[in-house]
């Protein structure tokens, strides 16, 4: 049987049932390498040299971006009024004497809800009354039973109420007395600001947050007439007020006057980017009560940290705990963090990050440059630019009506796969690979961080394929320069083992798992060490990305030769992932851009010292594994 060709092996592969010989040992029938040889086209260097050029707009970007993210590195810690006064009532504790405590440790913000009527009622301001019951006390006084009744402490409040809503009242004497009878229950209206309680917070210097409420019952016209004058306005729920009507939204645009609105980490809501349009925006970390709970306070403590230092967090939000003594140590713990991490605690003032547009045009020539490059560099031509061809429309199709950040998207897949296309022979080519990925970084940040994005409100979009991509081109690069038919006859017909089945079932599963767990947030799970470890190191330093750290040894390990068949091919193919996440580590860009470099270089620092003690190692293990061996019986012939 004639033998056929292993398309990522430079040596035949005998065909099934053909015999074979035993050889010399496996070292010595590796090849300097294991991978087809790359190839070099005339156009290299220019292309080369375009992408150098474009480089420069796109470090002007990327210093302009520094200076912004340095000069916003102030934070508040925000506590939750209404759940410290909770707390501080479960405790037998004036909420003023409580929030004095915290604000020792750190909070010099307080979030203040709208007031509502059942909030007025709370204090005394009026009273409610079922329509039944006050029926009961008051037989035969016309009284409806399905209605609900209002009288006030004091008259102003009542009559500021009933024309504040569209609802229509009535006045009616019960008992002696004036009652206002609604026909729907109103205890959760919204009934404006607790003006003197904010009056006494700006007097302490803290930094207020409003929450106000939205219900259909009041006009439009005065929606956010009677706004307290305070830095930064937090919608609830999943909606701005006004999303879904765009007078409303107008009217709320206009009422914000020189409020910021806060971006809530998790819960990007509807109509909000309308909003950041004319005024920006300040994002705001929580966590939910019921999970918060459920953690450690250092383990709390420790998120807030990595949201100050490493997701441009400028509110931190907080919630006390069910007690004092757990509050207080997760906030003497985080306001220590966040100071050791250079966060100041004070008033943030936020300000937008406007890119110059010209420069980002200017940018865009390098990604494009360097994905023709890419697919002129294959071994098939025509297959090479096909591949460049697809990945170019995917991008754009992707971020349709966004030509830049599509640019950067084509940066993300083009420049992991570039290096380990254009050079694959050697150990040192990895560091060709690495400085080229390190290139995309500049043009991914260049075209791809704006003011939507820094802000976390316009998020990457082709995430999964920085993952994929780079991954298929550089395996599609090793296909020989041959006939395509034939060389999927001879795959096609090449034996297979039963450790192939188990190398490639073993490549898949991690595959898949680096996919599962892409971005910050995903049903990729973690274990309890790495979560412990993540949590240790982050305290301390800015943690790498843990795909980073496992995949550039195998890069090394592959570009070694020290493999034999396909075992190099597959190693360089899980080397492109590091490649790829260290491109994907710049996507996020919310997170600045000096904290993204320093966990970049960890990780390279890391991966190549283990890339180099794993090619030791693995020297050291071929050397025992090919040592000769004495035969059996060898010894006790020798001693007769």
Known sequence: MCPVTDPLS??????????????????????????????RHPWTRALLGLIALSLIPALLLAAARVQYEQSQKTAALVMDYPALVTQARRYGLEPQALLDRYKKLGVNGVAVYEDTIASLQQRGELYLKNGADLAADFPGA????????MRAVEADVTAALRTRYTIPT?????????????????????????????????????????RPYQDEAVPQAKVGADWPDVPFVAFTGDEVIGARTPELLAQVNTALGNRMPAII???????????????????????????????????????????????????????PYPTINETEAMLGRAGSLLTRSGVKIGTPQVALFNPSPLLKALSMIGPLAALLLLGLSFPLARLGLAAAGVTGLLAFGLNFGSPFSGAALIAAVTFPALGLVLRRHRVSDWFLATGLSLVGVL????????????????????????????LLLVAASFLPRQDIRKTVSDIYAAPIRLGDVAVMGLGFALLALVFERRGNSTGGSVTEFEASLRRDVQDSIIR??????????????????????????????????????????????????????????????????????????????????NAPRRAPGAGRQAGA
């Open 10 to 39: 430079s040596r035949p592969v005998t065909g099934v049932g053909d015999p074979s010989p035993a050889g010399p040992p496996l070292s010595a029938t590796v090849p300097s390498t294991t991978v087809p040889p790359s190839t």
């Open 142 to 149: 016309g009284v409806k039973p399905n209605a609900v009744y």
């Open 170 to 210: 009535r006045e009616v004497s019960v008992g002696g007395q004036k009652w206002i009878e609604w026909p729907t229950d109103p205890s959760y209206l919204p009934a404006g600001p607790n003006a003197a309680q904010i009056a006494e917070f700006r007097k302490q210097g803290l930094v207020l947050v409003y």
């Open 265 to 319: 980490e998790g819960n990007i809501q509807k109509g909000l980017d309308q909003l950041v349009v004319a005024h920006g925006g300040a994002r705001l970390f929580a966590l939910a009560p019921s999970w918060q709970n459920q953690l450690d306070p250092l383990d709390v403590a420790s998120k807030y940290n990595l949201a100050g230092r490493e997701r441009g967090m400028r509110l931190m939000y907080l919630r």
């Open 443 to 470: 043009f991914v940040s260049a075209l791809g961080a704006s003011r939507e994005s820094t802000l976390g409100l316009e998020p990457f979009r082709g995430v999964g394929l920085t993952l994929l991509l780079p």
């Open 544 to 625: 790498p990305r843990f795909k980073e750290v496992a995949s550039h040894p195998l890069a090394l390990l592959g570009l070694s030769g020290r493999l034999p068949g396909y075992f190099s091919g597959l190693l360089i193919l899980g080397g492109v992932v590091g490649q790829s996440s260290i491109l994907n580590t710049f996507s996020h860009f919310h997170t600045p851009l000096l904290v993204s470099a320093a966990r970049c270089f960890l990780g390279l620092g890391l991966g190549l010292l283990l890339g180099l003690l794993a090619i030791e190692a693995l020297k050291f293990g071929l050397k025992l594994w």
